[in-house]
């Protein structure tokens, strides 16, 4: 068997496996090294260091240190040879979670719970990133073997299970992949060649080298590694994570790059393939088509819009919540996605962002939540919304956010307003690292009036426990009745398709201080956030309420929510 490995600054490189040693020699592709050998398990050795882990390994059955094991993805019996893909336009996305979305934490037990999704009426599940990262238990954003799948999930042969199991019930899986930074346990890539630079940072560890000296195989090694999970893994997207923190001051950004190489797979394979940005930039280049001047990426995050929902549900006004909270900057964001589109930010200290073109770009290249794992698991305490709103405007938020014109997402559990709360959690075994991650979440939040003993410590095994959703909540009534309301609500966007049109520039919100109107075709969604009965609801058929109370053309109660169809429409 051949092994390959890319080292351009290394004087001696050695392959290990089957516990025998071999000298490698220079490749044809300059940088690399090529050795003959059997053995499944194996490692590098690099200038008399090491052996080290595959930086292209595709399994780590032994952890993130332990030697890379030979993987053949063609072994593997897919029955999905009929699945094409499911478009974005018009999919409900949800987001999970696999080591908390069960008590077993793996893709087989998440298999268990497909019949959830589908009767809820989701169309793709987005993952948290399954990269093999240090410890069992972990968000996943500090992955350091980005070709490998954690094994404690189950591993290459897991995740394909899953993937399968998902193309069976008509469900397509976008996957949240990390090129910005890579984790501080069991990252070798600097062994191996400038992976890295020091000419930018990051919140989270080195900068990736994009556009420095020996970055072309970098950018490769990213770029076909997008292409493996869409390819070896019949993965349908990638949610791509915060690429404002990819430095790339090259004539041709990765991130178009990437865009390019999955159109021609694309192509190639026929099946529907997305790419979706996490991103601060408020920047409609990232979702412009190549043909235009943009990156053509398929869609990006609306950070934006969260913050208008939340804010204005919620009344929370500290940290980048300050400039949300009115119902005018709700309107805003729903008519033309940011808030901050070239205007001043406070908490930024700065003006933001530029200006969507509502007549070119589609509401569906932006996705819109009401909770994510950032926007729950970054509080101190990891308490989802559900905690601290009553039941009424719970219904309003899962409304607003399912009748807007964006493709909306849930976060696990949130169609049921689960009592679990989900918090940041490690399980680094170096005790140094340990420390200075429990350290340091305590000291980032008892600097904003928190006291240390009420910030849970994210090594302690009961932080991860306690996040693991409780699969007995949706059938005691009050979670059953917000989790009917959410299925009303995705079975409403099936029935009518102004729900999924997404021409922004059809999209038309009247408000006051508690209350307001959204335009959508011969739909009218009335809103009341006050707890005083509001304006009259406009003149038509009511069509889907949140409160048994409503009456047509009276006045909207308090807390609640109708969707009314117009009046002659």
């Not at 093999?132 to 954690?150: E, K």
């Not at 501080?184 to 191996?192: A, D």
């Not at 990426?297 to 940290?319: I, P």
């Not at 009218?524 to 048994?548: F, H, I, M, Q």
Request: overall charge negative; charged content about 25%; hydrophobic content about 40%.
């Amino acid at each position: 068997m051949r092994y390959e490995v890319w080292a351009p600054t290394a004087g001696k490189v050695e392959l290990e496996a089957a516990g025998v040693r071999r000298v490698m020699s220079p490749a044809q592709r300059p940088g690399w090294w090529a050795a003959e050998a059997e053995g499944d398990d194996y490692g590098f050795v690099v200038n008399g260091e090491g052996p080290f882990p595959d930086p292209r390994s595709r399994w780590q059955p032994n952890g993130v240190h332990g030697l890379s094991r030979v993987y053949h993805h063609a072994e593997f019996a897919w029955t999905d040879e009929h699945w094409r893909g499911r478009p974005l336009p018009g999919s409900v996305v949800y987001e999970l979670h696999v080591g908390t979305f069960t008590p077993e934490g793996t893709f087989d037990a998440a298999i268990d719970r497909l019949g959830h999704l589908v009767e809820l009426g989701a169309d793709t599940v987005e993952l948290m990133p399954v990269a093999a990262f240090p410890g069992r238990h972990g968000w996943g954003y500090d992955g350091v073997h980005l070709w490998a799948v954690h094994e404690p999930y189950g591993g290459p042969d897991g995740l394909k299970r899953f993937v399968d199991a998902c193309h069976g019930r008509g469900l397509a899986v976008a996957l949240d992949v990390v090129y910005n930074h890579l984790g501080p346990s069991g990252n070798y890539l600097g062994r191996y060649g400038p992976y890295f630079t020091d000419a930018y940072n990051t919140p989270w560890g080195q900068a990736v080298n994009l556009d420095r000296p020996g970055s072309d195989e970098v950018r490769a090694f990213i770029v076909e590694n997008a292409l493996m999970w869409l390819r070896d893994y019949h993965v349908d997207g990638l949610r791509l994570d915060a690429v404002h923190a990819l430095e790339d001051h090259r004539a041709v950004h990765v991130l178009e790059e990437m865009a390019a190489a999955v159109s021609g797979l694309k192509a190639r394979t026929g099946r529907e393939l997305f790419l979706i940005a996490e991103s601060d930039l408020n920047a409609p280049r990232l979702v412009t088509s190549r043909e235009a001047g943009g990156y053509g990426l398929d869609a990006q995050w609306s950070d934006d819009f969260h913050h208008a929902l939340h804010a204005a549900l919620t009344g929370e006004r500290q940290g980048y919540y300050c400039d949300f909270g009115s119902l005018s900057a709700l309107a805003k964001t729903l008519t033309r996605v940011f808030l901050h589109d070239g205007t001043w930010s406070t908490f930024r200290g700065r003006s933001h962002g530029q200006k969507v073109d509502t007549l070119r770009l589609p509401g569906h290249r932006f996705l819109g939540f009401l909770q994510n794992h950032d926007q729950v698991g970054n509080r101190a305490t990891g308490d989802r919304i559900s905690a601290g709103l009553s039941p009424g405007l719970l219904k309003i938020g899962a409304g607003l956010l399912l009748t807007a014109p964006f493709t909306p997402m849930l976060f696990m559990g949130e169609e049921w307003g689960a009592g679990t709360p989900w918090r940041y959690f490690t399980d680094h075994e170096e005790p140094e690292l340990a420390r200075a991650v429990s350290e340091g979440r305590r000291r980032e939040f008892t600097s904003h009036g928190w006291t240390a003993e009420a910030v849970p410590d994210p090594q302690d095994p009961q932080t991860h426990r306690s996040s693991v959703l409780d699969w007995t909540e949706p059938e005691r009534p009050r979670h059953r009745e917000l989790l009917e309301w959410h299925r009303a609500l995705i079975a409403l966007r099936r029935a009518w398709p102004e729900l999924t049109d997404a021409r922004l520039s059809e999209v038309v919100v009247e408000h006051d201080e508690t209350s307001l109107v959204m335009r959508r075709g011969r739909l009218r969604v009335a809103a009341n956030l006050g707890t005083e009965p509001g304006p009259p609801l406009p003149a038509g058929e009511v069509v889907l309420a949140s409160d048994p109370a409503v009456r047509p053309g009276a006045r909207l109660p308090g807390e609640s929510l109708a969707i009314v169809r117009a009046e002659g429409a």
